[in-house]
């Protein structure tokens, strides 16, 4: 079944940039989702269409794609950015949803 | 104003059969292009994509549990229900539903935009 890698963890200090990336073969063809998600909450979604920001997300966190490679970035990154991230697309159908195995974020 | 909320048991025993129901509100299921998913969390791991139903009745499931998943929809009572048959200790998760669409040409379409606030379902004997 098709998979979706990310680095299991991430650290970085404050007032730095964050760079969280997500491989998969089917990138190329099928846009990329990333989720935040904090302890004991629900996933929010940060990214979609590979770079564009939902409403009410903070202009910090920003996508982009390259190949089978697809990463989130986060700018000036805060205390509150601590957090799981989570990459998502589809199969090369599209048919099919995964996800990655998720980037714990640390903030020193 | 979007708002999906999960329903269903805490705790079901091994080889039972999970009934789980997403009751949302702020959206139709019967309008062109919405969808509303499944996902699932274990205790401390990563999130899993279940299945997912549009307004028009095409479903989606994943293939390694296909087998095993029925999704349906209930468009006068803004509900989809999720069975999942064959329940194991390893099935212990937190469940999710959230809200999708596809085929529109702006916003986050075919993300899954807005999430329930989950229900933990322990499976144990």
């Known amino acids: 079944s098709y998979e979706l890698t990310q680095p299991p963890s991430v650290s970085v200090s404050p007032g730095q940039t964050a760079r969280i990336t997500c491989s998969g073969d089917a990138l190329p063809k099928q846009y990329a989702y990333w989720y935040q998600q904090k302890p004991g909450q629900a996933p929010v979604l940060v990214i979609y269409k590979d770079s564009e920001r939902p409403s009410g997300i903070p202009e910090r966190f920003s996508g982009s794609s390259s190949g089978t490679t697809v990463t989130l970035t986060i700018s000036g990154v805060q205390a509150e950015d601590e957090a799981d991230y989570y990459c998502q697309s589809a199969d090369s159908s599209g048919t099919h949803k995964v996800f990655g195995g998720g980037t714990k974020l640390t903030v020193l | 104003q979007i708002t999906l909320k999960e329903s269903g048991p805490t705790l079901v025993k091994p080889t039972q059969t999970l009934t789980l129901t997403c009751t949302f509100s702020?959206?139709?299921?019967?309008?062109?292009?919405?969808?509303v998913g499944w996902i699932r969390q274990p205790p401390g791991k990563a999130l899993e994509w279940l299945a997912l139903?549009?307004?028009?009745?095409?479903?989606r499931y994943s293939p390694s549990l296909k087998s095993r998943l029925t999704i349906t929809k209930d468009t006068s009572k803004n509900q989809v229900v999720l069975t999942m048959t064959n329940m194991d200790p390893v099935d212990t998760a937190t469940y999710y539903c959230a809200h999708s669409t596809t085929g529109y040409s702006s916003g986050p379409d075919d993300a899954f935009d807005i999430w329930g606030q989950g229900t933990m379902v322990t499976v144990s004997s």
């Open positions: 702020g959206f139709s299921l019967s309008t062109s292009g919405v969808g």
């Open positions: 139903i549009y307004w028009n009745d095409d479903k």
